[in-house]
């Protein structure tokens, strides 16, 4: 088990609605990662966030927007949100930028209906 | 789309053979990763070879990397029915941004 904390487990959402996932990064790590898993897919990047900034985004739209604190907690914001949103979100956790390992949390499986 | 692809999609193996996966990618890379994942859970990192090493291992994994081909394979010996999951390599670039592959799905049968 890594230190990275996840919430919810789980969710079930309404396409068009908005929706906050959560991310409690391990001791001592800086950076956060999301990625979106689709069902019998590889794990995506979304973006990355180092000390509170943006660090990198993936191929997503707008609508898919982050904050880090300055306790480097994160949260994942999605707007609008559609059918092919439903997937399993995981974040990261990591020390620095140096492209070292990433320990990951247990994810959150969002359903959009 | 997925920088890399692991080959193959889906191993059925009797518990104590030897399990190989492959994982093609196709830009220059810093690093790549290999990981497991259990039943849609998060995901574990096992290993990390750096673009300018050929081999390594750890336990009972054996990693290799060929850059000139832009391919790895990651080798597990001596199977055990708890290493039944899903195998991801990730191709890390620049800037700590990872990159993962379809993943192999391993069943090891007891």
């Known amino acids: 088990e890594t230190g990275v904390t996840q919430s919810p487990t789980h969710l079930i959402k309404t396409r068009g609605q908005q929706v906050t996932l959560r991310c409690s990064s391990q001791?001592?790590?800086?950076?956060v990662s999301w990625y979106q898993q689709a069902l019998g897919q590889g794990p995506q990047f979304i973006f990355q966030y180092y000390r509170e900034e943006e660090n990198g985004r993936g191929n997503f739209p707008p609508r898919f927007s982050g904050l880090q604190f300055p306790n480097y907690s994160s949260e994942l914001n999605v707007n609008a949100l559609e059918l092919d949103d439903s997937a399993l979100y995981l974040c990261a956790s990591s020390e620095g930028t140096a492209p070292h390992e990433q320990y990951f949390g247990p994810g959150t499986r969002l359903t959009v209906t | 789309s997925q920088q890399g692809e692991e080959d193959p999609q889906a191993l059925s193996i009797q518990e104590g053979e030897n399990a190989t996966m492959n994982c093609s990618y196709k830009t220059s890379i810093n690093n790549l990763q290999w990981y497991r994942q259990n039943s849609g859970r998060g995901l574990v990192h096992l290993i990390l070879i750096r673009s300018n090493e050929r081999e390594k291992h750890s336990g009972r994994l054996r990693v290799t990397l060929d850059t000139s081909k832009k391919s790895s394979s990651l080798l597990i010996t001596a199977s055990r029915a708890a290493d039944t999951a899903s195998y991801f390599c990730a191709t890390v670039r620049t800037g700590n941004q990872f990159y993962f592959g379809t993943g192999t799905s391993l069943t090891v049968i007891p």
């Open positions: 001791s001592g790590h800086n950076t």
